[in-house]
């Protein structure tokens, strides 16, 4: 049984709780029948929602029940299984699907060294370029993530480079964006200059105050053929799905997931500058609501009895804190007087 004495403030934006805003929604839409497999008119409002913040009119827009299957239908959709996708040596989509998108589409996952999840647009093409017929897979998608699993943000610029040159080198661009929210809140809040010219998009609401939801943007359908089936295929077409639309509506109305993503980062941020003040070697700059900094084991295990955090496979003593929208002025300020308490 867990230690319900230990906190999870900084575990992962995974634990927060639900937003009022978002359980209010589920209420609201849990009133009489509805048609069912996304035939309803929460899902279209929903997913013109999504469409609108993106400025894509012409994309469709698929839920999910969360980030992975959102991955995984994007991938498989896009790919045969003499294919070949790229991401980085920290993608999700490479350390943390159990093989997933590799099970389900086939093709091959290739790894591609990068910084804090950022590539080198010539990495991507050296790579590439070194393909032939028929002896290797095929280059077809490159999965690229917004913010990145180690808190950086792509700017607008390197993005719009990085997926310009993909598409340059005849690869598709998916954009794993499970916080997509902080990566747009960081850049100033243009939900487009976040992703560049990407043809689909995993957008998150899990992390982001929802109680479960993820959803998939189809910015050129014709180049996904069969996405639906996959959906199916896999059990992410909910037959309920006014409940996960729902909360896509919920936070997308006035922007509010962006200013929770907006909370989220001004606390990381503020969690880093104690932390630095501390002492404490920050292992990434923090760009978005992530903060991963060098800790003896001695001092993590220590800090552990107090609060439960997240220590990443990086060859390094290296603690990972996740801050969220329900993070708190009190939470950050408590765990830097452990710290200090501790040091």
Known sequence: MADVSVSAAFASDNAAPAHPNVLAALQRVNDGPMGSYGAD????????????????PDAEVLFTFTGTAANIIALSAATRPWQEIFCSDVAHVLVDEAGGPVRLSGAQLTRLPSDDGLIDPQVLARRVLGRTA????????????????SGRV???????????????????????????GNAVAALGGNPAQAIGDADIVSVGGTKNGM?????????????????????????????????????????????LWLSTAAHANAMAARLSEGMTALGLRLASP???????????????????????????????????????????????DGALATLRGLS
């Not at 028929?134 to 699993?149: F, N």
């Not at 005849?170 to 499970?178: F, K, P, S, Y």
């Not at 009895?305 to 708190?328: I, K, M, N």
Request: glycine letters at 6%; proline letters at 4%.
């Open 41 to 56: 008119p929460v899902t279209e409002l929903a997913a013109d929602a999504v469409r609108s913040a993106f400025d894509c």
């Open 134 to 149: 028929v002896h290797h897979s095929q280059p077809r998608i490159v999965s690229i993530t917004q913010s990145t699993e």
């Open 154 to 180: 792509w700017s607008a610029a390197a993005i719009a480079e990085f997926v310009d040159r993909a598409h340059g080198l005849g690869l598709l661009v998916h954009v794993d964006g499970a916080r997509i």
């Open 211 to 255: 109680m479960f939801g993820d959803a998939v943007l189809v910015r050129r359908p014709e180049l996904f053929d069969g996405i639906h089936f996959v959906q199916k295929q896999i059990g992410h077409l909910a037959s309920k799905q006014r409940y996960v639309a729902a909360q896509f509506e919920a936070m997308f109305a006035d922007d």
């Open 286 to 332: 923090v760009e978005a609501n992530e903060v991963f900094v060098a800790m003896d084991p001695d001092l993590h295990r220590q800090f552990g009895d107090t609060y439960a955090v997240h220590q990443p496979d990086l060859g390094e003593p290296v603690v990972r804190f996740v801050c969220s929208w329900a993070t708190t002025d009190a939470d950050v």
